[in-house]
């Protein structure tokens, strides 16, 4: 079947991606989802099906403006927060996105906070 346009490209991505990548209590997935106005990050057990942590550039504090700052700060207090629960591990889900700046700056923030990715 014939890809139609980018977004279904970038589905067809992400189901690629996660045949591949599970998260578990010990090792939680990361989902990272980027937008053109928005960041989400999640740390997912997908054995018991819940959100252990959570962040986003949406609500109190929040700037207009995502760049790779913003992702970079959201990226540090996701690690913080997992932390605080005992996490150690995260299996890094980009969710079919490219591996951009923001993208980056997100795992490289994670990584310096201490999470092993």
């Known amino acids: 079947m014939k890809v139609k346009n980018k977004k279904e490209y970038r589905v067809r991505r992400h189901l690629r991606l996660r045949n591949k990548v599970k998260g578990t209590a010990d090792r939680p997935r990361l989902s990272v989802n980027v937008s053109n106005r928005h960041i989400n990050i999640q740390c997912i057990d997908d054995v018991a099906a819940r959100t252990l942590v959570a962040a ?22 996701v690690a913080e927060m ?19 700046q923001r993208m980056k700056a997100v795992a490289d923030a994670i990584r310096a906070a201490g999470l092993h990715v």
């Open 56 to 77: 986003s550039s949406k609500g109190k504090g929040a700037s207009g403006v995502v760049n790779a700052e913003v992702a970079a700060e959201l990226g540090r207090k």
């Open 82 to 100: 997992a932390k605080e629960q005992g996490i150690e591990q995260v299996v890094f889900d980009r969710g079919g996105f490219k591996f951009g």
